[in-house]
């Protein structure tokens, strides 16, 4: 590997890791707050998804195919489509949302999220550093 590719490959892992950081931490912010914050929090977690689709484009641009990484990372987060469905619901149908479990449920989600990214993004990065990531066409 190219310096200069090598450099392309860290640029592109390290918006891959900054856009999981970006989207969890607002992705969970967003069970906990109502009204215009709700939007702006929204708003701010899609810039994270906006810098995944940036990193990954960078991975294709140095003829990387990583779309299974991506796969890992965009499984996890549906987990916490769970969360706002229950937050949605309660708005539309009128439950009470209760908040002890609200915060237990998405803390207990976002760790077991943050564990199983954690490994996936270790295991990416090995798989960068040891070259064993098909190349595309």
Same mark, same amino acid.
Request: hydrophobic content about 55%; aromatic content about 16%; overall charge positive.
């Given at each position: 590997?190219? %310096?200069?590719m090598?450099? *392309?490959?860290?640029?592109?892992?390290?918006?891959?890791l @900054?856009?999981?950081g970006?989207v969890? !931490?607002f992705?969970t912010?967003?069970?906990?707050? *109502?009204?215009?914050?709700?939007v &702006?929090v !929204? @708003? &701010?977690? +899609?810039?994270?998804?906006?810098?995944?689709?940036?990193?990954?484009r960078?991975? +294709?641009h140095i003829h @990387?195919e990583?779309k299974?990484?991506y +796969?890992?990372i965009?499984? !996890?987060?549906a987990?916490? &489509?769970i969360l706002?469905g229950y937050?949605i619901?309660?708005h539309?149908?009128?439950y /009470?949302?209760h908040?002890?479990v609200?915060?237990?449920?998405t803390f207990?989600?976002? &760790?077991?999220? @943050?564990?199983f990214a954690?490994h996936a993004?270790?295991?990416?990065? %090995? /798989?960068l550093q040891n070259?064993?990531?098909?190349?595309?066409?």
């Amino acid at each position: 590997m190219t %310096k200069t590719m090598a450099n *392309e490959v860290k640029k592109a892992f390290t918006l891959f890791l @900054l856009a999981q950081g970006i989207v969890y !931490l607002f992705i969970t912010l967003l069970s906990f707050v *109502e009204g215009l914050w709700f939007v &702006l929090v !929204l @708003l &701010l977690m +899609h810039g994270g998804i906006a810098l995944f689709i940036y990193s990954k484009r960078l991975f +294709h641009h140095i003829h @990387l195919e990583v779309k299974h990484y991506y +796969h890992q990372i965009y499984r !996890l987060l549906a987990l916490f &489509l769970i969360l706002l469905g229950y937050k949605i619901g309660s708005h539309l149908f009128g439950y /009470d949302m209760h908040n002890q479990v609200k915060m237990f449920s998405t803390f207990s989600i976002l &760790l077991f999220v @943050l564990i199983f990214a954690i490994h996936a993004s270790k295991r990416f990065y %090995k /798989d960068l550093q040891n070259n064993r990531i098909s190349r595309s066409a």
